[in-house]
């Protein structure tokens, strides 16, 4: 009797964890329906671009004729002297190269209107977008904005198919996501994972408070939209955090309640409206929290001021601690830009301030960043230094350059914290003369000049500060 027991038991138990792994399976999300429902609506995005091909050159003082055969044989005729180059360029640089990049983007309009990152169609000359059904169409570029790194295209069609927009301030970190794109080309690619935070805070992008996921995302994907398990757009992809390359667990999205707040102003106006305040902040250490009588650390400390920003003008100082922004609570530094950045210019926010140890208000008009003042990055003022280098600048008056014996140069007037200039060491005040040893005659000039600079390779800048020359090392991102 006792060997007819055992048998059963082991059978009973064996039954129980087939089930009970059938159950657990069940529960895993099954992406099936989302991808068909959706696929349609996703599109790759290939953009292409001519850029001049420089040439290694020789040290100034060959002029081409007289050549230490050495030199001709390691550079043969590519340095500086020679006629230009009939394919354009002058000397030093070759023939203009077409380059190609890729990403992804989504359908949000039946007549149209594709959303995706503003690095995939930065300084395009031509965008192609490709449906799933394997048509292509040459989309045009609405506007972008390099702050949140959104951008609207549109294509002449009608009757396309749409993504659903969701509720990016309704996530909770373990919540189910799932992408779709094209990494490294490879169309409609769908991965998925999870929220692994929220409100994420990156180096040079003050504006977003990202989602990160440990959704796989490659580059290609970027632009590409990020679903919840109803099937709803809450995010698009935009950033790794990669040493090689590739992907490594960390991904980055842009909440789709931002994305659309900045797409329907592109829609609308072509350009985006954030409101400014003209402060530099940083972050309130225990040891600045004690010393400011405050419980613990939180606010945004005003380090500087631009003398003829927003901020000096409603009464602020710096060593201000700003608290609150229209009753919102300012809990780190990073929370500053984002609260101020959702309301437009010439509007007035009231901020609650501790100083001198007391708890105040003040109230300001915003003003409107400068790079908004004149229109999208595509155009060439100041946004794009600003974009990338991250400063706002000013052509120097003569008299400046009478006494410091320059002919150009341009004076920084605000320095984004966090930026590639911050990082150099570049201030407020810095007179810039030459970046990769090119003369910076102008703001022009200098939109230029950073345009061309190499990724991730240190470039020498000059400047003056306070009458004295020196050297910083830019290195760009």
């Keep these: 009797m006792k060997r007819m027991i055992l048998p059963a038991t082991l059978w009973l138990c064996l039954v129980w964890i087939t089930a009970a792994g059938a159950a657990q399976a069940r529960e895993l999300p099954d992406f099936t329906q989302l991808v068909k429902q959706a696929a349609p ?4 995005i290939s953009t292409t671009r001519e850029v001049e091909q420089r040439s290694p050159s020789l040290p100034h003082d060959f002029n081409g004729q007289d050549v230490p055969e050495i030199f001709r044989h390691f550079f043969g005729d590519r340095f500086g002297g020679r006629s230009p180059s009939p394919h354009g360029g002058g000397p ?61 295209i549109k294509v ?7 993504l659903e927009m969701g509720d990016s301030d309704e996530l909770e970190v373990g919540n189910w996501v799932a992408a779709i794109g094209s ?3 490879f169309d409609h690619s769908v991965t998925s994972g999870i929220i692994s935070a929220m409100n994420r805070t990156l180096p040079q992008d003050a504006y977003v408070p990202f989602i990160q996921t440990d959704v796989a ?12 398990l109803d099937g709803q757009v809450i995010g698009i992809n935009s950033q790794i955090f990669t040493r090689n390359g590739g992907f490594m667990g960390l991904s980055f999205a842009i909440p789709v309640n931002v994305a659309m707040d900045v797409a329907d102003q592109l829609r609308q106006d072509g350009k985006v409206d954030r409101g400014w305040l003209g402060v530099m902040i940083q972050p309130v250490s225990r040891d600045l929290a004690e010393s400011f009588g405050m419980d613990k650390p939180g606010g945004a400390l005003i380090a500087d001021l631009d003398p003829e920003g927003p901020a000096a003008a409603g009464g602020l100082k ?17 929370t500053l830009p984002r609260l101020i950045g959702r309301v437009a ?133």
């Design 217 to 228: 995302i490659n580059p290609g994907n970027s632009g590409g939209p990020l679903f919840n």
């Design 41 to 44: 609506a996703v599109v790759n």
């Design 183 to 185: 990494p490294f080309g």
């Design 156 to 162: 002449d069609a009608e009757d396309l198919t749409t």
């Design 92 to 152: 030093g640089q070759g023939p203009s190269q077409k380059r190609q990049s890729l990403g992804s983007g989504f359908v949000i309009s039946e007549d149209g209107y594709i959303m995706t990152n503003a690095h995939v169609v930065r300084d395009a000359d031509k965008v192609q977008v490709r449906f799933n059904d394997r048509r292509e169409m040459t989309a045009k570029i609405i506007g972008s904005d390099s702050q949140t790194d959104i951008a609207l």
């Design 345 to 477: 210019p010439d509007e007035e926010v009231t901020l609650s301030l501790l100083r001198d140890g007391e708890k105040t208000r003040e109230t300001v008009t915003l003003g409107s960043w400068p790079e908004s003042e004149k229109g999208t990055s595509q155009r060439r003022d100041e946004s794009a230094s600003q974009a990338r280098l991250g400063v706002a600048v000013s052509d120097v008056d003569p008299e400046q350059r009478k006494r410091l014996e320059i002919d150009g140069g341009v004076q920084v007037r605000r320095v984004k914290p966090g930026s590639v200039a911050a990082s150099a060491g570049i201030k407020s005040g810095d007179i810039l003369v030459s970046v990769d040893h090119q003369a910076v005659m102008s703001a022009d000039d200098l939109v230029n000049i950073v345009q061309q600079l190499p990724d991730d390779r240190a470039i020498p800048l000059r400047l003056y500060r306070e009458g004295r020359s020196l050297f910083v090392a830019l290195r760009m991102p």
């Design 318 to 334: 710096a060593g201000d601690v700003i608290l609150a922004v229209n009753g919102q609570a300012v809990k780190r530094s990073s």
